[in-house]
């Protein structure tokens, strides 16, 4: 079955300009999961969205902001760029069975790489 | 507060031999999940192993395998017969919330990058 897809893989903004990137989740999951990748910070969880909902939220500023569709599809908006928000962001989407014991795993995208000059 | 370490930025291993790649982590929490991905170059985390904190024994998913000492608090991944095809960067992960959460949040280590020579 179709994984995670991103759109677009590959972009350059300059400072001060917005950004939209777009997540299709696997077919049936209901959790959209967003993270920055960085050299420096490595890894940081943005947000996740469940039903269309934001259920949690990491440690970034109000430019980052996201949402989710009623199919489950996501997108995550970046305003007024910095040189800072130059970065992998990878989409995650997972199943959640309420009350499964174990493991809910994230199944990610392949990422937008995105480059602020 | 929640923290994994990966403390090997950088490993090498000769193909065909194992290799262990390290991580430990910090919680308050009686109950998580911890969780290995693998990062190739072109850029996709993929899934390899998962290990619940009340899990009596060590998950093995094929050639991986968790070695897993909760009260040492380290997760450390083994890989056995290396590829080449196992070049990557390795990353650690942990859920907290306990078992029964299924949040999309992890907390990530820096990850080990793997060179497996021929």
């Known amino acids: 079955k179709a994984g995670v897809t991103q759109t677009p893989r590959y972009l350059i903004k300059t400072r001060g300009q917005q950004v939209t990137l777009s997540c299709s989740p696997i077919?049936?999951?209901?959790?959209v999961s967003w993270y920055q990748q960085t050299p420096g910070q490595g890894l940081q969880f943005l947000f996740e969205y469940f039903s269309e909902t934001q259920r949690n939220k990491g440690n970034f500023p109000g430019r980052f902001s996201g949402r989710q569709f009623s199919n489950s599809r996501s997108e995550m908006n970046v305003s007024t760029l910095e040189l800072g928000d130059s970065a992998l962001y990878l989409c995650?989407?997972?199943?959640?069975?309420?009350?499964?014991?174990?493991?809910?795993?994230?199944?990610f995208g392949a990422g937008s790489r995105l480059t602020v000059l | 507060a929640q923290k994994i370490t990966q403390t090997q930025p950088g490993m090498f291993v000769q193909e065909k031999e194992a290799v262990t790649l390290d991580c430990t982590y910090d919680t308050s929490d009686q109950s998580y999940g911890l969780f290995w991905y693998k990062q190739p170059s072109s850029g996709e985390m993929i899934f390899l192993i998962y290990?619940?904190?009340?899990?009596?024994q060590n998950a093995t998913e094929g050639r991986y395998s968790l070695n897993f000492q909760k009260a040492r608090k380290s997760a450390n991944l083994v890989i056995s017969a290396s590829q080449l095809g196992d070049s990557a960067m390795y990353f650690c992960?942990?859920?907290?919330?306990?078992?029964?959460?299924?949040?999309?949040?992890?907390?990530f280590g820096q990850g080990t990058e793997l060179s497996v020579k021929p």
């Open positions: 992960a942990m859920r907290e919330g306990g078992i029964y959460n299924q949040g999309g949040k992890l907390i």
């Open positions: 290990q619940g904190s009340y899990d009596e």
């Open positions: 995650a989407s997972s199943l959640e069975l309420k009350g499964l014991l174990g493991a809910n795993v994230l199944t």
């Open positions: 077919s049936g999951h209901r959790s």
